[in-house]
Structure formats: C-alpha cells, structure tokens
C-alpha cells in the first residue's frame, strides 16, 4: 500500500490507495460508483402548470376562459353554490390559445353577470385528460327567490 498526497490551500490531504486498487485505476477498470437512486418524479424540478379558470362579462352574463388545460382535451366547466349544489355544468374541448397557455376554453353561461356584491360560488375547469381539477374561483351567482 502507499500514500499519495495531494496539497490545498489549507492543509494537506492524504488518500491511501491499496496496490490492486492503484493497479485497477491505472488501467481504467476501477471499481463501478454506487448506482444513483431511481429518479423521484414528484420532486422534480419542472411540474406541468396547474389548470385555472378565470371568469369576466360578457352580453350580461358570466362568462368563464381557463389555461393550461390538455389540447384538444375535454374539460367539464362547472359553476356551483357554496352549499355544493350545481348551477351550470357544460363539457367544452381546450383549443390552442393565444393569450393563454396550453389548451385554453371560453364559454358564456346564462348566469347573469351583474349581481349583488358577494361571492356565494365558485367556479371549476375538469381536464379529462389529466384528471386535474384547477383551484376554486369564488364567483357571484344570481339566485332568483320567488
């Protein structure tokens, strides 16, 4: 066995090398590095954008769009009362958008637009193709009491 030492700027280091071990790493056959651990794709660094929904007015009605849906995909678009029961429903395909990332929708519902302050919905895009349902958007929904 020998001793080789190699010098930094702080202090001297030695690595002892055993003879075979010399001889294998001379001839380029050392030994194989441990195996890298099967990659975690949960803890990857790049992850798909998160699906959302956005709503705005359009011909006195609440209107919805959404982004970064699968293209071409089916996306159920969907407006209920905080107490959970549905008030519009509606199956639409995600286009490529312009303005928007990945595949886009708008769709105009029959909800009037204009209604008394206060947020007493929400509204959902399903992508279909990735089971992926994006983040509540609190809306206002008109609700008749007659």
């Avoid at 066995?1 to 001379?26: D, E, H, K």
């Avoid at 995600?94 to 990332?101: E, L, V």
Wanted: include cysteine; charge should be positive.
């Amino acid at each position: 066995m020998r001793t080789l030492s190699r010098s930094t700027s702080r202090c001297t280091r030695r690595i002892t090398i055993g003879v075979a071990g010399a001889a294998l790493i001379g001839l380029g056959m050392a030994s194989p590095a441990p195996a890298a651990p099967a990659p975690d794709t949960a803890a990857h660094p790049y992850k798909a954008p998160q699906p959302y929904v956005f709503s705005y007015g359009y011909n006195n009605h609440l209107s919805l769009g959404g982004g970064n849906f699968t293209v071409g995909g089916r996306v159920y678009v969907t407006v209920n009362l905080n107490s959970g029961a549905t008030h519009y429903g509606k199956w639409v395909v995600a286009r490529p958008g312009q303005r928007n990332p990945g595949g886009t929708f708008h769709v105009e519902t029959r909800i009037p637009y204009h209604c008394p302050p206060g947020k007493n919905g929400y509204a959902r895009g399903y992508d279909e193709a990735t089971r992926t349902w994006s983040p509540k958007l609190p809306v206002s929904i008109c609700v008749r009491f007659d």
